[in-house]
């Protein structure tokens, strides 16, 4: 079954620390993308990077760069230099092929990550 | 800076009711999305249209909703009758189809409250 798994419910990081958020992904499908979220309190949905199952170097944007680690089936969101604004609920979701040939997008439950001062 | 617009954004109703959601996808966009958040279930996708196509709905109760595209500017998700566990944050998302990464944009989402 295709399913994305986050098992951190809730993390603290200090400012300006860097952060790991875990996130594993099971599917049998050998072409889908990951992607991370952030949604702060006031609700949106923001889009913060993605992976291509096939690409070999690891995502970056700014200071989010994702862990990609195929044969664990893992795809951690990393954050350097934490700031308050980061305060907010990652997801981490996955994009796979059904076995009609659509496509599912499946969300992580998600982790709270509180950036103290 | 083009967003996904979604209106209501609260909407409070009875049991048994009507309600539609309305979205408007970015300019350009071709695919358009429906999700549904609750605390229990987390965030899941409902259906999904590529170029007003619907291309996958299993997500979504069929008995009750109904998503369409009546033509590129405007999704609806429509619920009838609703019911208590219909509450939740229902937000669209629209992107533009390609292999690599097709980067979601969502809505502010419309909350709805089903007394």
């Known amino acids: 079954a295709q399913k994305i798994t986050q098992t951190q419910p809730g993390m603290f990081v200090q400012e300006k620390e860097a952060v790991t958020l875990d996130c594993t992904y099971d599917t049998s499908d050998q072409s889908y993308g990951l992607f991370w979220y952030k949604q702060p309190s006031s609700g949106e949905m923001i889009f913060l990077i993605y992976q291509g199952s096939y690409d070999e170097q690891n995502a970056t944007e700014g200071r989010y760069s994702l862990n990609f680690q195929k044969a664990r089936k893992s795809a951690n969101l990393v954050i350097s230099a934490s700031q308050l604004g980061d305060s907010a609920m990652y997801f981490c979701a996955m994009r796979a092929k059904t076995t009609s040939g659509t496509y599912k997008y499946i969300f992580g439950t998600g982790t709270r990550l509180k950036v103290l001062a | 800076d083009a967003r996904v617009t979604q209106t209501p954004r609260h909407k409070v109703t009875e049991m048994g009711q009507e309600v539609t959601m309305r979205c408007q996808p970015i300019?350009?966009?071709?695919?358009v999305f429906w999700y549904r958040q609750t605390m229990m279930q987390g965030l899941e996708l409902l259906a999904y249209?590529?170029?007003?196509?619907?291309?996958?709905d299993s997500g979504m109760p069929k008995d009750r909703f109904s998503a369409e595209m009546p033509d590129a500017t405007l999704a609806t998700l429509k619920i009838q009758p609703s019911e208590p566990r219909d509450s939740a944050v229902y937000f669209c998302?629209?992107?533009?189809?390609?292999?690599?990464?097709?980067?979601?944009?969502f809505g502010p989402g419309t909350r709805l409250t089903v007394l």
């Open positions: 998302a629209s992107g533009l189809w390609r292999q690599g990464p097709d980067t979601q944009y």
């Open positions: 300019l350009g966009h071709n695919t």
């Open positions: 249209f590529r170029n007003r196509a619907p291309l996958d």
